[in-house]
């Protein structure tokens, strides 16, 4: 019992509270509120699902250039200084951006704020390999993410309704104040010597490490994960207008379902490896996959919508906690998951403009079948990161004394 209590419990509550901030409360901010600013582009700067789409890519483009750019320095880099000018810097920018009627301009400053969430993003998941077990940490970090879902989707809704586009400014801006509370809790620098004694992996350059088979995969593998997930998500909210939702009925669906999800990372915080990571990273990967396509090809049925729907946030979350706990074990300095965080990004960009070139062209059935590849494409992808693992666990194994 005493074991079972200690493994829900996480090794570091200031590690986990000031990761998830900057990754999930700066850096992925924009992903949990798309939905909503999808609708609100749409309709208050009157552009079509694929302008609208290509307007979110630009700042998610900007979001995976500044991730990327740091992800080598991140075994040295002053994570949690990172963090604060990145947060700083993405609240400027959402306080702009409300009073901005230009679109030209609200493209430019977007991606300002995309410049901002990045480095959030980049010093966030970087501090989970930090951790002994950076699996339970991420699952840990993810349930934090799914209460700050909940409050995204009840609070966000609202105020879409009440002050459209320039309201959802105002109140992403807010929610990343909220997250400099938690910020400055990180550490500022990996501890390289101490988790080099925890770990037999030892530690590689950062052209070598980010450049390896593994590494690349790995990062590939994150960039189509979020796009497939993305590509439903932007629309989500659309989708639930069409079968008969309300935009309050909707709001409560999608916070009920964040409450819901709460079940995925604390399973895959609890559970941790104790069935390997193969097998949870491959069924992950296939329920995302199958909640993406139902709430999709629900344009019709309101029932198949709502299933899909209520199945998202336990799919992603739990899906969410084993890829990045994979991509955290590949190199303990958090170059490899700062980089793979930064191609979480550029799933973000092209998510919605691909669903939305796909909605244009065939409607909401190409954009399933688009889906469908991008979850092979995935499980392709982590099989070469998931065979380094196991090779490197056998050479340690055969490397311990009897």
């Known amino acids: 019992m005493k074991t079972t209590i200690r493994n829900c419990l996480p090794e570091s ?13 700066v850096g992925l901010l924009g992903l949990w509120a798309l939905p909503f600013l999808i609708s609100a582009i749409i309709n208050d700067l009157q552009l079509n699902e694929a302008q609208a789409g290509l307007l979110m890519s630009a700042e998610f483009g900007f979001t995976m250039l ?19 000018v990145g947060t700083l810097l993405a609240i400027a920018a959402n306080l702009v951006s409300a009073n901005i009627d230009d679109i030209a301009m609200l493209a430019a400053v977007r991606c300002i704020a995309g410049i901002g969430a990045g480095l959030a993003l980049a010093c966030g998941n970087a501090a989970v390999s930090s951790a002994r077990h950076p699996d339970r940490i991420a699952g840990h970090m993810n349930i ?61 350059g950062a052209g070598n490490i980010l450049l390896s088979l593994p590494a690349i995969c790995m990062m590939l593998a994150m960039f189509v994960f979020q796009a497939r997930d993305t590509m439903g998500w932007a629309f989500v909210e659309r989708i639930g207008t069409m079968v008969g939702y ?20 604390l399973i895959a915080a609890v559970v941790g490896k104790r069935f390997g990571m193969s097998t949870p ?24 919508y709502t299933a899909g729907v209520m ?44 669903s939305g070139g796909l909605i244009s062209l065939g409607g909401f059935t190409l ?23 196991r090779r490197e666990q056998v050479t340690l194994a055969a490397a311990a004394p009897a």
């Open 13 to 25: 509550w200031s590690l986990v509270f000031s990761a998830a901030g900057s990754a999930y409360g």
């Open 66 to 84: 500044a991730s990327l750019l740091v992800a080598p320095f991140m075994g040295h880099a002053p994570r949690r200084t990172l963090a604060l």
């Open 144 to 204: 934090l993410s799914v209460v700050l879902m909940i409050v995204v989707m009840l609070g966000y809704a609202k105020v879409m309704a009440l002050f459209g586009l320039s309201g959802l400014y105002y109140a992403m801006a807010a929610t990343m104040a909220v997250m400099l509370l938690a910020i400055p809790a990180m550490a500022q620098r990996a501890p390289i010597g101490e988790l080099c004694t925890q770990s037999g992996t030892t530690s590689k």
């Open 246 to 265: 309300s935009g309050d009925e909707l709001g409560v669906l999608l916070s009920f379902q964040s409450f819901v999800g709460l079940i995925g990372p």
């Open 281 to 304: 990273v491959i069924l992950a990967i296939l329920l995302t996959g199958g909640t993406s396509l139902s709430y999709v090809l629900g344009e019709h049925s309101k029932t198949l």
């Open 311 to 354: 199945t998202i946030c336990v799919t992603y979350f739990y899906a969410l906690s084993y890829l990045t706990g994979l991509a955290a074990a590949l190199d303990r300095e958090g170059r490899v998951v700062a980089a793979a965080s930064s191609f979480l990004s550029l799933g973000l960009a092209v998510g919605p403009a691909i």
């Open 367 to 389: 954009a399933a079948w688009g889906i469908a590849v991008t979850v092979v494409l995935t499980l392709l992808l982590v099989i070469i990161p998931l065979a380094s693992i």
